[in-house]
């Protein structure tokens, strides 16, 4: 009998061993970095751990029924930390976890970004530095994060050197290459898993870019489960931010849906006149059909409006007392208005497909359609005097030709610049006034505001596979589609009348002021003296189409003591433009569609990286690539005409870098040397000018198109993090770069106005350093992360060899004409101008917390701490120049001051 009861017993052990086992949970651990799987990962449940294999896949089993935890740590990468609750005899699957490297910044701690850009400048695009601020790489998570407060670019490299992908679609605009983060801004949770490819290194999404290339990955299952709420304060460029995101995971029903929504606002940011208003909305979802298929679709809308800075001189800036007055606002009826605001709306969807018929291959396709518009007002005004208050004319210190400045003029005016705000500020209720008067006598109006539109509409292609052929190679590629619009026009924002009955007439008010022809100031012969009210089109109307394709493949091979890649790339590009205006000054080429141009083009690349051992590494990349001139920059005048710039030639890059890396457990370091030869760059600039080469009297609006821009880039990078203990961590960063012009590229100015010819002549720009970049930049940092989740980061950074963006115009034999050889007249008017070096110290302190289900995550940073206000971040010489007297100080240079002290409180909770 005792046996009987003793085998039963038994029996029922061993069945409970066996339903206990099968309380199961598996998953997938990812970099967020790359999205690859990462092995050695810890996983632990209670008492129960594991590490994760080659292909990041963890399971633990026998877990007590209910509710359990899962923590998932490394070194290398930050700890996560996620309730569950499994049933009896349940195999749950937990998905797919990414883990971000520690080091790299917070992203829901917002650096310099595009929300900074609130400043009115022509000059640069919008930097690429702060979404590398994810990477591991220490210098690069560093250069993307506290060298962006100088507008740091890396190696030195324009935006369009970048490629940006959501979902394997390109995200660079069609015109000009660059990508705009606005159209996505605010939607961090969203946005958060990327793979980051360093130049034209080994890529699983793209062949590639000098600048890097960024793929953000937004599929539903990839998303953290969760329910989070997140509120931000500073004193930046925006005050407040709230922002919401609910993500389920892969669900049982094989399932996935993510949203993500904020808001970011002012009334006014740091600099006075200026404000922020952003709201931003996103859902992915996903469905896995089965093993092999699975479909997810992505939304995305971010609207804005800025109100925008601009730069001025050191004159104005220290009558104000400030290194950051305003000219764009004003006061109108005792509240603050900005002429220039830029409002963005371009939402777009991408739909996914992801296939994986076999284990070693899968093939993503995408199709992306986006439709939007950007616009930018700005103030008009026609028979009337400049409203602007920094006008050179309107300062203390202006003296006309031949003349000096009066001192008892030059008194009172610095007096009412100190006093008066409608003085030193625009003044809105004069303009108002004047449009008033000219109204009641049945005249249009002299003030203005317009709007400049950018409207695009485009179409995306992507299929992307990946052949893991063995454990030697892997084979990935390509093929891409683009089909592009992109409608350019102005319309009548305010004719700052209160009647209603003010109106504009849609002439060009320079070619009506230099010819007797009534059809040469037409801004459309076939709406000859059209009268313009509020919301309607005028000026210029004009398309730019542009459709793209591409295929490329990469080849990458493992050894034993060697990595190798190679890839190859080809292309084809074709862009038009079509007028919907007939142009008084064109009327043979401005209205309808013009002549097709087209561009083929290649790169190669390869790379290698040898073993020395286990922890140090040799590595070099080299590159060459052919790209076409961008639609934006081939067109002499595109708002009149549609002529080419002559000659256009494709842009030829060579590029290399060689690398020594060294892995250690506690010590992690990076050195590379870098080339790059950049060849036939075409640039396109824009702006009134009232004193060109044909006298005093020639003023107009031109387009200043300079080609045969060759550059060259060299220099050394370094970073280094050294973790002197299991708390803290020592850091290094150093960016030497030497960025020059290496050609006198030919310029040729058209006059809008049509009353003088082209003029082309040669710059002397020959041995120039690249301007809007310091060449120079370091940072040194400590880091201390407490093992209670607390943390304490320190950085002073360094920033120099930075120089101020010049005028073509001044290096021309025509702007020393007359001078003597040796005069040193010559020297102060060619030579560029260095900006001083600058410093600044940064700090954040974190906390990390968990309370029942709740986990509550406190971040705060302070930039710039001491509050040094003397760092000139950018700006540019005046386009005017007085080729009378040689005089460069009647057109001095502008420019911007980078921000104080400032800086940002996020608290987030997560359930």
């Known amino acids: 009998m005792i046996n009987k009861y003793i085998s039963l017993l038994v029996l029922m052990f061993v069945f409970g061993l066996n339903a206990i086992s099968q309380n199961r949970i598996s998953g997938i651990i990812l970099n967020q970095e790359n999205q690859k799987p990462v092995k050695d990962i810890s996983v632990k449940s209670g008492a129960l751990e594991t590490k994760t294999d080659n292909k990041g896949f963890f399971e633990l089993k026998n877990l007590p029924v209910g509710k359990n935890n899962i923590i998932i740590s490394s070194d290398d990468f930050e700890q996560i930390t996620e309730d569950f609750e499994i049933s009896e005899n349940e195999d749950k699957d937990l998905g797919t976890f990414v883990l971000r490297a520690k080091g790299a910044v917070s992203e829901d701690l917002e650096g310099i970004s595009e929300v900074d850009l609130d400043f009115d400048d022509g ?29 740091f670019k890396m190696r030195g490299y324009d935006s369009e050197y970048s490629d940006i992908y959501m ?123 089965n093993k092999k298929h699975s479909i997810a679709l992505t939304g995305i809308a971010s609207p804005s409006r800025k109100g925008m800075q601009a730069a001025s001189t050191q004159e104005v800036y220290d009558l104000m007392g400030t290194k950051y007055y305003n000219p764009n606002w004003g006061y109108q009826n005792g509240e603050v208005r900005n002429a220039r605001v830029k409002s963005n709306n371009q939402p777009f969807g991408i739909l996914t497909h992801y296939f994986t018929p076999t284990p ?16 930018y007002t700005a103030l008009n005004w026609f028979n009337a005097a400049d409203p602007r208050p920094d006008y050179y004319r309107y300062l203390p210190n202006y003296k006309p030709i031949g003349g000096t400045v009066d001192p008892y003029i030059s008194g009172i005016i610095t007096e009412n610049w100190k006093t008066d705000p409608s003085t030193s500020q625009l003044d809105w209720d004069k303009f108002y006034q004047y449009n008033y008067l000219l109204t009641l006598e049945g005249k249009p109006a002299n003030y203005t505001i317009e709007n400049r539109i950018d409207q695009q509409k485009q179409l995306s292609f992507n299929s992307l596979y990946r052949y893991y052929l ?56 076939n709406n000859p003296n059209r009268v313009i009210k509020e919301g309607d089109k005028f000026g210029y109307d004009y398309e730019i189409l542009n459709n793209f394709a591409q295929l490329w493949s990469q080849a990458d091979f493992n050894l034993n003591k060697f990595d190798i890649y190679i890839g190859a790339k080809g292309s084809y590009t074709e862009f038009w433009r079509n007028g919907y205006m007939k142009n008084g000054k064109a009327p043979e080429n ?137 708390s803290i961590s020592l850091n290094g960063v150093i960016a030497y770069g030497d960025h020059r012009y290496t050609s006198r590229p030919n310029v040729t100015v058209t006059y809008e106005n049509g009353i ?97 289900k709740y986990y509550f995550n406190i971040n705060f940073s302070v930039s710039n701490i001491l509050n040094n206000q003397d760092i000139i971040t950018g700006g540019y010489e005046q386009k005017r120049y007085s080729y009378e007297d040689h005089d460069i100080s009647r057109f001095p240079p502008k420019y911007f001051y980078g921000k104080g002290r400032t800086y940002y409180l996020n608290f987030s909770v997560r359930f």
């Open 756 to 852: 003088y010819p082209d003029a082309s002549y040669t710059t002397y720009l020959k041995n120039f350093y690249v301007t809007g970049t310091p060449q120079i930049a370091g940072s040194a940092g400590i880091k201390y992360m407490h093992p209670k989740y607390w943390f304490l980061n320190v950085n002073w950074n360094y920033f120099g060899k930075s120089y101020l963006s010049f005028n073509p115009d001044r290096r021309t034999e025509q702007a020393t004409k007359g001078l003597g050889e040796g005069d040193p007249l010559i020297a102060i008017i060619t030579e560029p101008e260095r900006l001083p070096d600058g410093y600044t110290l940064d700090a954040s302190l974190g906390k990390s917390l968990k309370y029942k």
């Open 167 to 289: 979902n394997g679609i390109l995200m660079n605009d069609a015109e000009n290459e660059r990508a705009s983060f606005s159209d996505w801004g605010g939607l961090n949770d969203l946005t958060r898993n990327k793979e980051i490819a360093p130049g034209i290194s080994s890529s699983e999404f793209a062949f590639g870019n000098i600048g890097g290339s960024t793929n953000i990955n937004t599929r539903a299952s990839l998303i953290r489960k969760q329910n989070k709420l997140t509120y931000s304060y500073t004193n930046r460029s925006y005050h407040q931010r709230l922002m919401l995101t609910y993500a389920t995971g892969l669900m049982k029903n094989n399932w996935a849906v993510a949203f993500n929504a904020s808001r970011r606002w002012a009334v006014e940011g740091y600099v006075p006149g200026t404000f922020f208003d952003q709201w931003a909305y996103s859902v992915a979802i996903e469905k896995k059909i």
């Open 360 to 375: 070693k291959f899968n093939l993503t396709t995408s199709i992306g359609y986006s439709s939007g518009k950007d616009g």
């Open 123 to 151: 000059n640069t695009g919008q930097y690429i530095s702060g979404i590398l601020s994810s990477s591991s790489d220490i210098f690069v998570s560093t250069a993307g994060f506290v060298f962006s407060y100088a507008f």
């Open 590 to 726: 401005s209205y309808g569609k013009s002549a097709k141009v087209n561009f083929t083009n290649y790169g190669i690349k390869a790379g290698v990286t040898y073993k020395i051992s286990g922890r140090h590494y040799i590595v070099a990349n080299a590159g060459y690539i052919t790209s076409p001139p961008n639609s934006r920059t081939s067109y002499l005048s595109p708002r009149i005409k549609d002529n080419l710039v002559k000659d256009l030639e494709n842009e030829i890059i060579k590029t290399g870098d060689i690398n020594y890396v060294a892995r250690f457990p506690r010590f992690k370091t990076r050195i590379t040397l870098y080339q790059t030869y950049i060849y036939n760059q075409v640039t396109n600039e824009s702006f009134y000018l009232d004193n060109p080469l044909f006298g005093s009297n020639s003023t107009s609006f031109v387009n200043f198109i300079s080609q045969g821009i060759n550059k060259s880039h060299q220099g050394i990078e370094f970073g280094s993090d050294f973790k002197a203990s299991s």
């Open 470 to 525: 063995n454990d030697i190679i892997t084979i990935t590629g390509g093929i891409s589609y683009r089909k592009y619009k992109g409608r350019h026009y102005k319309v009548m924002e305010d004719l700052l009348d209160v009647t209603g009955n003010s109106y504009w007439i849609d002439i060009d008010k320079f070619a009506l002021r230099d010819s007797s022809d009534e059809n040469f100031a037409q801004n459309d012969i």
